[in-house]
């Protein structure tokens, strides 16, 4: 019996019964992020979720990846027709900072 993880919504992957891209897991698992440790930056996540999302990805990696290419152009190009308030860039980067060493 096969359980479906993935689904195409918005011209994008999203996990099934979530509002997370799938882009969001593989980037995370492309870093060499544990699914255990996947699943702790997505608690409305079940393991089971992020292994079967990894295991989408690695079935079918070409039309992921070209997902994920097309998801960084639209938000670069968000991001530079919108760029941040310096001192809310500042901010970002503070607590991006806070996080990342939390996690090591």
């Not at 995370?28 to 930056?41: N, T, Y």
């Amino acid at each position: 019996m096969s359980k479906e993880f993935v689904e195409r919504r918005d011209d994008s992957f999203y996990l099934i019964g979530s509002r997370v891209p799938l882009a969001h897991i593989v980037r995370e698992f492309q870093r060499g992020e544990s699914a255990e440790a996947i699943r702790s930056h997505y608690p409305a996540l079940s393991l089971e979720q992020v292994y079967g999302a990894i295991t989408f990805y690695l079935g079918s990696k070409e039309d992921v990846e070209r997902d994920i290419a097309e998801r960084e152009r639209e938000e670069d190009a968000f991001t530079s027709a919108n760029p941040a308030h310096p001192e809310v860039k500042m901010k970002f980067e503070r607590m991006r900072q806070r996080t990342v060493s939390r996690r090591s």
